[in-house]
């Protein structure tokens, strides 16, 4: 009973360390596509934020450093994507593809640079810290190993993520500026004939994207693992972007679908360390199955952003 | 006289043709910027690059290997995009086509011919189902296709990494499938080359001989004909006609009587098969051999950057593939000779990709151009 307590734990504590880049990643592209600008660069920005946070962290020793810098890189791509798609209506896939190409070549271009010519850093001196260690260990109030060490004694990040989910919640529905990010997501032009500028709350949130997507590499670079590598984001940017419109571009429902690619994450490695006769890679398969199946089942549910990937152009209204 | 130049250059400028070839310039441009300030020279590192694709006749061969696969996927890419669909699956749908092309060239004992069109048809279907699975699903419960074909290109993913731990398939341990017959092989000369007059024939000819040391294939005579197929479905076809309306304006052709959601399982059926053949070309001509995947390849992604950069076309995917294989290869080079970080190409990619998504700026610029030279 004991030892099943403490898998399903293990299993938990896995899937939240796992989802948790997702989910900033994801928050990212719930906060551009509110607003109607599609972000497929995510990736990219995702793959740009976890060298720089590596890189980062790595120079000035201190982790935070690293997830500020990261957050920041990915903006500065985002101010890019924003660039070609809010003022000069480039189509929003083709410039994400692009900010994809150039935010993997960035990356890897700089890491050759400042690190001896390899696509990956050193090892991070410090890693993003465990804030709530203090409670767990001998003597303490939990003990090591334990059910609650296994969930609860994660990478502050993780909290991060959570918290953000919260905040990201709060201010789409709750405050004046998350009312104005839906309704330029879904009708610009009454939006602008208020007098409030469709272009620069569709820059914000997309650099805001960026900012996530960015902390979201970081959150794999500087916590999940202690440096970055140029396999180390594979696909996670396109994954969160799925689970954004699995979770109908709502923060609370990209948080859950997040959840469940981490939670597939988490049983596959505890399956592996278990030994357990099922390939992981069948496995590893089932989440993007039942997506596919839910998104399926779910038709006529989900409705993105009315305005979602039109160009807004001032001067034709 | 000068009434002739200025509506030329106007339809330079206006037509895609024109807009691309500025876009290009500016990738170069922007990565001979990164590289000096990356404290390179930024001319040394593309003479470098320009020897590493045309100085031997070998390096040639490889450029044209490495833009064989890109050249399909772009034209998987492009077909797609002409019926207004976004195919990202052009990975996953190589995947496939890999699959079932390592497995049909090892699984069957068939005359060569008969054993590569065995391989290639598989293949085909194989890309055919993942991508028309795409369409359908957008189709009838109007899934987008971007977030279907992400998906199904990570089940293609780990479905490959699942059949080469398979033991029929391949030995235990060791991440690799067996190695495909040599009938099912595209390789050209391949048995001659090992001959004792074959390798005697590479000594005495330098250029001849140079190409025939690296894997030359009949990759790339495919992907001309697949150029040309695409060219004739789309422009020759009531087909692509249907395909081409669709894509242009869906409202008007469901009231024109074409049956966009038909068109649309039609156009990823073609497209995903398209891919496919990417994915057995590249084991039948290249690796002989499928093998554990640590991440995606990338052939499908860069098929989206040969399309968009290609203009969507055939001819354009073509060009553009060759473009993108000689920047690969020849941008390889950079690292040993000089220690530029090769991947100043990734960017150039992204940045063409960029300023051939913004015709808008590019016009703009110009305009402020001329203004300043009239001033």
Known sequence: MEALIKDIGFIIGTTLMYSTPLIFTSLGGVVTERSGVINIGLEGMMFFGAFVGAAVAYYSQNPWWGFVSAGLGGALLGLIHAIACVTFAAEQIVSGIAINFLGSGLALFLSRLFFDGATQTLTIPKKIPLPFSFLFGEGKLFKTAGFMDLVFNRFATVYLAFLLVAVVWFVLYKTKIGMRVQAVGEHPEAVDTLGISVYKIRYGAVMMSGLFAGFGGAAMSIAVVSRFSNTLISGHGFIALAAMIFGKWKPQGAMLACLLFGGAKGVEIFLGAKGFPVPSSLLAMLPYILTIIVLVGIVGKTTPPAAIGKIFDKTNS | ?375
């Open chain 2, 1 to 375: 006289m000068n009434l002739d130049r200025e509506a030329l250059k106007s339809k330079f400028l206006n037509g895609s043709l024109g807009l691309t070839l500025i876009s290009i310039a500016l990738g170069f441009l922007l990565g001979a910027l990164i590289l000096l300030m990356a404290g390179f020279n930024p001319l040394e590192a593309y003479w470098v690059i320009l020897k590493g694709i045309f100085s031997r006749s070998k390096y040639v061969s490889y450029v044209i290997i490495y833009a064989t696969p890109l050249i399909i996927t772009g034209l998987s890419v492009a077909f797609a995009l002409r019926t207004g669909l976004f195919n990202i699956g052009a990975e996953g749908q190589y995947i496939v086509g890999a699959i079932m092309a390592a497995a049909a060239g090892y699984f069957f004992k068939l005359p060569l011919i008969l054993h590569v069109t065995l391989a290639v048809g598989l293949a085909v279907i194989a890309g055919a189902i993942w991508g028309g699975l795409a369409g359908y699903i957008k189709a009838r419960f109007g899934v987008h296709e971007v977030i279907s074909t992400i998906m199904l290109n990570w089940i293609a993913l780990y479905l490959s990494n699942f059949v080469v731990t398979l033991s029929a398939f391949g030995s235990q341990g060791t991440g690799k499938s067996y190695a495909i017959q040599s009938t099912a092989r595209i390789n050209l000369l391949s048995d001659w080359k090992i001959s004792e007059a074959g390798i005697e024939f590479i000594r005495n000819h330098k250029i001849l001989g140079d190409i025939l040391k690296t894997p030359v294939n009949a990759g790339f005579i495919f992907a001309i004909l697949l150029a040309v197929l695409v060219w004739y479905i789309l422009n020759k076809t009531t087909l692509g006609y249907e395909l081409r309306a669709v894509g242009f304006n869906p409202h008007a052709a469901e009231a024109g009587g074409i049956n966009v959601k038909k068109s649309m399982v039609y156009s990823m059926v073609i497209s995903g098969g398209l891919a496919g053949i990417a994915g057995a070309l590249q084991v039948l001509g290249v690796s002989h051999r499928i093998a554990k995947l640590a991440a995606m390849e990338g052939y499908g992604f860069d098929g989206i950057a040969v399309s968009l950069i290609g203009n969507n076309t055939g001819a354009g995917s073509v060009l553009a593939g060759l473009l993108f294989g000689s920047l690969k290869y020849g941008g390889s080079k950079i690292q040993d000779a000089m220690q530029a970080p090769t991947e100043v190409i990734n960017i150039m990619i992204g940045t063409i990709i960029l300023f051939v998504a913004m015709p808008k700026l590019i016009r703009l610029i110009l305009t402020i151009l001329e203004k300043r030279a009239k001033n």
